[in-house]
């Protein structure tokens, strides 16, 4: 890496935030584009956010990633919020201007469904319809993404039926489903996707019966840790094409590093593997 007095800074701010794997990711871009920069992880506390998103301009920042818990409270700290982050009530990416000026963004939705198309490429939205498990700021993203691909029928299961309702609010177009029904409205879905931390390292598994769900369905998980989650397993042993996480993280990266170092980054089968190391 290569790091002098005009090195262009970037990073990540999440609490805690040494679990994210953007520093990685970021760091191998700029060592393969051989860009004078850096990207740092920032552990900051919620109480502290609105006084280091203001300090950042200023100490020579061009911009920074938003990771939990920090993706909606910082709504409220940009001068200009742009779509999708409007639709889906979320920011992941930081842009600061010249001026000064804070631009919001939301990336994950285009990073979900380039993921999705890479993994999946026969994929066509209006096969059938979509079944989302969650009603966080990701499944906030996935169905922005997918009512804009254009998926006839949404549906989405939550543990907490209260979320489910505030999300379709928010976002009109879901159907909501009791999270007990989970399994019912997967006959006939054409996508199953999962946006919850079930699954994940260290969480509870995330239970749900396959049975009724076509073999010709796509099955995918944003959870990348580990890769092939208990879901993507299950699935693939009945026969469904199955999409890990790990690109949605690779993908939404993309434009914040573009516009961040001025080089449009390219995701590569070496990059998974290097992100993937010590995982």
């Known amino acids: 890496m290569i790091v002098s007095g005009k090195a262009k800074l970037a990073g990540v701010i999440g609490w805690p935030v040494s679990h994210s794997r953007s520093p990685r990711l970021h760091g191998y871009w700029l060592d393969r584009y051989r860009i004078d920069g850096a990207y740092i992880p920032l552990a900051v506390h919620p109480d502290h956010l609105s006084d280091v998103i203001k300090a950042l301009p200023r100490m020579g920042f061009a911009g920074v990633n938003l990771t939990v818990p920090h993706k909606e409270a910082a709504l409220k700290l ?11 009530g979320a920011v992941n990416t930081l842009v600061f201007e010249a001026d000064g000026t804070i631009i919001g963004r939301n990336t994950d939705a285009a990073g979900f ?21 969650g009603a966080g700021g990701a499944a906030r993203a996935v169905i922005a993404a997918l009512q804009e691909a254009g998926v006839p029928d949404i549906y989405l299961a939550n543990r907490t039926l209260e979320r489910t309702k505030a999300l379709i609010a ?40 396959l049975s009724v769900l076509p073999k010709a369905a796509i099955v995918t998980d944003i959870v990348y840790a580990p890769l092939e989650t208990d879901l993507l397993r299950r699935a693939k042993e009945r026969g469904n094409v199955v999409v890990d996480g790990l690109g949605m993280l690779l993908w939404q990266a993309v434009p914040g590093f573009e516009v961040w170092f001025g080089q449009r980054p390219e995701v590569t089968p070496e990059l998974r593997a290097f992100v993937l190391e010590n995982s």
């Open 78 to 88: 940009v001068d200009r919020l742009e779509d999708p982050a409007k639709t889906i």
């Open 170 to 209: 928010d976002i009109p177009g879901p159907k909501a489903v009791a999270w007990e029904e989970r399994a019912r409205v997967l006959n006939g879905a054409s996508l199953l996707v999962n946006t919850t931390l079930l699954g994940q390292t260290g969480q509870p598994p995330l239970e749900i019966n």
């Open 113 to 133: 469904l380039q993921n999705l198309r890479t993994g999946a490429p026969h994929w066509d939205p209006k096969d059938g319809s979509a079944v989302v498990l």
